[in-house]
């Protein structure tokens, strides 16, 4: 009797080891908080749709399109209002990569003293800020277009050590022109984005002084495991946030509230297959959405209409 008996009290404990991790899984990968978020946006769409990016608007009009002539991995993209290119930085063999609107490669400019470059932002004419993941230092650079190769020696430095964590250090830049504010996203462990007033130095006739500002608040309903990259929308004044292992984009508003998603996986926003390993997203002036992954490929993302 205790044969036949036995797999009676061995399944409810399969199932229940099977439920609990399920549930572990679910909290990894934040699914309660993204389908409450998902019904939010549904529930909100009239109300923000007009003041906002909106990024459920948003499909692939270009997708993996490799960037011909580059083998390194690119990291983050920025968008040069003047130029109306893009740029992008490579982490091995270091290198500013600027990219036509349709991903061609205009020039590469050789980087020496940066260490681990992982992203790269316009902040004025010929101006850009630099970010070393690892050591947690920001460099600005200046970019002219007979500039033959960028030497961190030469450039303007600003040394945070916040929560120093390897290789999951600064990840992404994004400036508010307005403000003058520079965010930076630190990857994970903790996921953090941190507002720099004071850096880059724009005004010499003020003294240099630099305040960091954190929100935790903010932090804890970023329902993404990392982040890759950021982007300021100078119109809304929302942020976007790129997270590559959620295969998302965040829309956050002036109260860092998520209020619209992109999503990067196959079959949604037009997409063919899922972007893999997302690692840079970049707002043109006419609201077009740029992502690059690595190792080198290339997406635009156009809004469509609205129903």
Same mark, same amino acid.
């Given at each position: 009797?205790?044969? !036949? ?12 080891? $099977? ?9 990894? $990968? ?9 019904? =939010? ?13 909106? !990024? ?8 993996? =399109? ?22 992008? #930085? ?12 349709? @991903? ?93 007033? @004071? ?24 329902? #993404? ?38 999503? $990067?996986?196959? @079959? ?8 893999? =390993? ?30």
């Amino acid at each position: 009797m205790r044969r !036949l008996t036995r797999p009676r009290f061995l399944l409810p404990a399969v199932l229940l080891l $099977l439920l609990s991790l399920a549930a572990v899984a679910a909290q990894q $990968l934040r699914l309660f908080e993204r389908g409450w978020f998902k019904l =939010q946006e549904w529930r909100h769409t009239s109300e923000w749709r007009e003041r906002s990016v909106w !990024l459920p608007d948003y499909v692939a009009t270009l997708q993996a =399109q490799p960037i011909e002539g580059l083998e390194d991995d690119v990291s983050a993209l920025t968008f040069d209002p003047d130029r109306r290119s893009l740029f992008t #930085v490579t982490n091995k063999n270091s290198e500013i990569i600027e990219l036509t609107l349709d @991903g061609k490669i205009i020039r590469r400019i050789p980087m020496t003293g940066f260490g681990d470059p992982e992203a790269i932002e316009y902040i004025s004419t010929d101006i850009y800020v630099i970010t070393d993941e690892r050591q947690q230092r920001l460099f600005r650079v200046h970019l002219s277009e007979d500039t033959a190769y960028v030497d961190a020696a030469d450039s303007e430095q600003l040394s945070l050590g916040i929560g120093l964590n390897g290789n999951k250090g600064f990840e992404g830049l994004a400036y508010d022109s307005q403000g003058q504010r520079l965010f930076v996203a630190k990857e994970r462990d903790p996921l953090s984005i941190y507002e720099i007033h @004071g850096f880059p130095h724009t005004d010499p006739d003020k003294p240099f002084a630099v305040h960091v500002v954190n929100d935790p608040e903010r932090d804890a309903r970023l329902f #993404v495991r990392d982040l890759s990259s950021l982007q300021y929308d100078e119109r809304s004044g929302h942020l976007l946030a790129l997270s590559d292992e959620s295969h998302l984009v965040l829309e956050l508003n002036a109260d860092g509230q998520p209020i619209s998603s992109l999503s $990067l996986l196959g @079959g949604r926003q037009g997409l063919e297959k899922t972007v893999p =390993q997302a690692e840079g997203v970049a707002m043109d002036d006419q609201g077009r959405l740029y992502v690059v992954s690595e190792p080198n490929l290339f997406y635009v993302f156009e809004k469509k209409p609205a129903e």
